[in-house]
């Protein structure tokens, strides 16, 4: 079983910036596609970025392009998200997510619990 702790989110005026990290455990992430989705109040959950297991190939969601940056490493079992030029519309809860298929389905087998951000204007 995998589990799967994101940390960093918190409260930031926009335009800052903040570093969301995940850890995993129970076993190696490095054949899966990670990803993060996030979730504001009253909407659906969305994607924002996900990384192939060798860190080669990136998607983001238009909304965050050129903002935010994913990235892995694979020794330490993390993946990590970038979000700099924050926007009050980036607020929501943003989770972790891994694809043991290691594609691009966003068709997530394991989850984390979510780590708050919340962007003021």
């Known amino acids: 079983q995998v589990q799967l702790v994101e940390s960093g989110g918190g409260l930031v005026q926009a335009g800052g910036s903040l570093r969301l990290s995940c850890e995993a455990s129970g076993r190696s992430l490095s054949s899966y596609t990670m990803g993060w989705l996030r979730q504001a109040p009253g909407k659906e959950r969305e994607f924002v970025a996900a990384?192939?297991?060798?860190?080669?190939?990136?998607y983001y969601a238009d909304s965050v392009k050129g903002r935010f940056t994913i990235s892995r490493d694979n020794f330490k079992n993390t993946v990590s998200l970038q979000m700099n030029s924050l926007k009050t519309a980036d607020t929501a809860v943003y989770y972790c997510?891994?694809?043991?298929?290691?594609?691009?389905?966003?068709?997530?087998?394991?989850w984390g619990q979510g780590t708050q951000v919340t962007v003021s204007s």
């Open positions: 990384i192939s297991w060798r860190g080669a190939r990136l």
């Open positions: 997510a891994a694809d043991a298929t290691g594609g691009f389905s966003l068709d997530y087998d394991y």
